[in-house]
């Protein structure tokens, strides 16, 4: 990860002090502040606890799971696969920063990358304009205003009608400069055997698909007259995968923080709609069913998501999957369930945005009562049997809630309605907890002993001997304090015994000299090596005092001299027994060993 220097360093920290790293974290991780520091689920690695930290005011970011760690540049880069400079420029766009044009500035995108956008841009602009301003754009216009979406929707989703022109939209993308045999092979145009080249889309309502950073990326598009099929989806590309998108995600991430839940649909209409009722916390997936990157993705962003499928028999088959999946991610679920077969852009079209936000919004069925509901097609509950074994399936459920008092809730649910007792069905969920702890311990054993590495550096750190200790706490207080820097740089210089030590020690001196304020998130920065980097910011995580008396410090550096005054002994020891062996004087040389031996039993006794 070379980082691009071309922006000014000037700048760069003017884009750096605009944006809080807690803030623009949190619009992906979902953070909660413990102590000094704000804690999330990693979204570089899968974890179910938090291990990944984020400091406010040294503005940078740590994972003690996968030790990733950097700065908000940097969490960019990795979770966005952004260049810096693109980070940068993000990040200013995001804060109202205009940044001066940058002469060579690399994208980290390829050319064919970089292609595909500006095909999409213009498209969406040209297709948007059709519909709004022509005469070809007429009926998909009425099309859409007889479906209920206003003029300011059209706006904001940006959407547009493909004309049937041949050869038109070529002509018009080869003036941007796109070049005709990419639009074929990239599938946005298509070739027939008379070398007509034609656009899959024509006479259909284009609906843009944007990433999560608002780029256009492919066209949903749906027939306004008796074509098929009814939707379209443009083909996968680099930089459009279905699986892993979650149509208007970019707009809607602000609101979920807002809300703290999001909905969750399967139809880009029912986005349209309820965003156009004013329920701004919705995302739909693309024509295919919740997959775990999606399920991960909300969880990092929420806890409550609120599952919106339609009301037939294959939403509610889809909602159960949907459900089951975002359960073992850790969310709670609800399910909003529509009448009448309905989906959500139809009911609120029938019924009104007032009576979808009551009457299916904030009456949403919890995972456990969808689930009883559900359960009950698979059983005949007339027939013992049947009710026996559909009594053990919604039991099962039930004992995966954490809730001691969600539980009892639902059991005396199930108690009243098939007139069961209560102390048995606790019990029974009892011992079905029980069974699952034992066999979660189990897994849990063989992680440990199957990878033990991450347990014993934990083990190890406790028993660093005292000189590496102090070096380390030293290096956390240099980090944040010029004033100690300088005065160790004075009493030990680069006499750190660690090696990767001297190296931030040696980089720290550098750094205040061009520096007055100490600033962690522009130190990393400059640091090259990744291992170095990650160690810095590693030490940058341990707590610190904020009033650190003269004492302490002369505690610690007299730790390190006499560490490194004695290893040098021992060094000098250790040339005077070597040149004793040659001389073939034996006695000379045992004599030296005892010495070396009695010097290393102080250390290790300090
Ligand atoms: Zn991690």
Redesign the pocket.
């Known amino acids: 990860m070379a980082m691009n220097k071309q922006i000014p360093e000037d700048v760069v920290d003017q884009v750096r002090k605009a944006n809080d790293i807690v803030e623009v974290i949190g619009e992906y991780v979902q953070l909660k502040k413990q102590g000094r520091n704000f804690f999330g689920l990693?979204p570089?690695?899968g974890e179910k606890t938090p291990?990944?930290s984020v400091t406010q005011d040294k503005q940078i970011f740590y994972?003690f799971?996968?030790k990733?760690g950097g700065n908000i540049f940097t969490f960019l880069m990795e979770l966005e696969g952004m260049s810096f400079s693109d980070a940068v420029k993000m990040l200013a766009d995001r804060s109202g920063i205009e940044l001066p044009q940058f002469t060579n500035e690399r994208s980290s995108m390829s050319k064919k990358q970089l292609d595909l956008l500006a095909a999409y841009d213009w498209l969406a602009k040209l297709y948007h304009h059709i519909l709004r301003y022509t005469k070809e754009g007429q009926e998909a216009y009425r099309y859409l205003k007889e479906r209920g979406i206003d003029d300011k929707s059209i706006e904001v989703f940006h959407l547009g009608y493909a004309p049937f022109m041949t050869d038109f939209t070529v002509q018009f993308l080869e003036e941007k400069g796109i070049q005709r045999p990419f639009l074929i092979q990239s599938g946005i145009l298509r070739q027939h055997a008379d070398q007509r080249i034609t656009d899959p889309f024509a006479g259909r309502v284009i609906f843009p698909i944007r990433n999560h950073l608002g780029k256009v990326i492919a066209f949903g598009a749906r027939a306004i007259n008796q074509q098929e099929p009814k939707y379209l989806n443009s083909s996968e590309s680099d930089l459009f995968k279905k699986n892993r998108l979650l149509f208007n995600f970019d707009l809607a991430k602000r609101e979920i923080r807002k809300e703290k839940s999001v909905i969750l649909f399967e139809g880009q209409m029912d986005v349209i709609a309820a965003y156009q009722a004013g329920i701004k916390n919705v995302v739909a997936t693309l024509g295919t069913a919740l997959t775990d990157f999606q399920a991960k993705l909300l969880k990092r962003y929420v806890d409550t998501v609120i599952i919106c499928y339609d009301g037939d028999h294959a939403g509610i088959e889809a909602s159960y999957k949907a459900a089951n999946l975002l359960q073992q991610h850790g969310c709670q679920v609800k399910i909003a369930q529509l009448t009448d077969g309905l989906d959500p852009d139809g009911y609120i079209q029938k019924y009104g945005p007032q009576s979808f936000r009551q009457k299916v919004i904030q009456t949403s069925d919890t995972y456990i009562s969808f689930m009883m509901q559900y359960l009950k097609k698979n059983y005949n509950l007339s027939l013992e049997n049947d009710l026996i074994q559909y009594i053990q399936a919604v039991l099962r459920e039930i004992s995966r809630l954490e809730s001691s008092v969600e539980r009892e809730y639902y059991l005396r649910h199930l108690s009243e309605e098939y007139n069961l007792s209560i102390t048995t069905l606790l019990e029974d969920v009892q011992q079905i907890r029980k069974n699952s702890n034992n066999r979660q311990d189990k897994r849990r054993e063989n992680r440990y002993t199957k990878n033990n590495t991450k347990s014993t550096y934990r083990v190890n750190h406790k028993l660093l001997p005292a000189y590496q200790n102090a070096e380390r706490q030293l290096i956390a207080y240099m980090l944040q304090d010029k004033a100690i820097t300088v005065r160790v740089q004075k009493e030990i210089k680069a006499s750190f015994q660690v090696e990767e030590h001297k190296i931030i020690a040696t980089h720290l001196y550098a750094f205040y000299e061009d520096e007055d304020t100490p600033n962690v998130s522009m130190f990393v920065e400059r640091l090259a090596d990744e291992n170095i980097r990650q160690l810095v910011l590693e030490i940058a995580m341990l707590p610190i005092q904020d009033d650190l008396s003269d004492q302490e410090i002369n505690d610690y550096i007299d730790i390190i001299q006499s560490q490194s005054q004695e290893m040098a002994l021992i060094k000098k020891y250790q040339q005077e027994q070597k040149l004793a062996e040659k001389q073939n004087d034996h006695l000379k040389a045992a004599q030296i060993a005892m010495q070396i031996i009695e010097i290393e039993k102080q250390l290790k006794s300090k």
């Open positions: 990693c570089f690695h291990s990944f994972c799971g996968c990733k």
